[in-house]
């Protein structure tokens, strides 16, 4: 009797998990139903804007989250979330400047910051103390080509 009830349990869990086309379909309907507004709040986690600082002399040398020495005078920043070795194009809002940073640390952890910039990269934008910034995540193939132009 247990073997039949096994048997039986294990065809139901086999037959939910194994048909393609259900799980295509819904799939299909589910996307359907996704709202213009969830679809422009998707967008917005592209983009963000928020407040940058930067981190120079008293951190220059020690270890970043990502195990690597921190360079002031490199073009990298730390971010709470944006995975680690990724790139980033950071624009000032008040004067225009962008400039891709490399992320290699997290942070920051000083109030409602979405940025702790390398001296370097805060230099090159115009930022001495904190600016309002627009972050956009770059994927590797937007980076290569901003990087070559």
């Known amino acids: 009797m247990n073997k039949l009830i096994l048997a039986v349990f294990f065809v139901v869990i086999c037959s939910y998990f194994s048909n393609p086309i259900q799980s295509a379909e819904a799939s299909r309907r589910h996307t359907a139903h996704v709202s213009k507004a969830h679809k ?57 400047r962008s400039v891709i940073v490399r992320i290699n640390d997290r942070g920051p952890y000083h109030g409602k910051r979405a940025l702790d910039l390398s001296y370097a990269a805060a230099k090159v934008l115009g930022i001495s103390g904190t600016g309002s910034v627009q972050i956009k995540p770059l994927g590797r193939n937007q980076t290569l080509a901003l990087l070559t132009q």
């Open 40 to 96: 422009a709040k998707h967008h917005s986690k592209t983009q963000r804007h928020g407040i940058a600082s930067w981190y120079g002399p008293k951190f220059h040398g020690k270890r970043t989250a990502n195990g690597e020495r921190f360079n002031m005078y490199a073009m990298t920043a730390a971010h709470k979330t944006l995975p680690l070795s990724s790139y980033a194009e950071v624009t000032n809002l008040k004067n225009h």
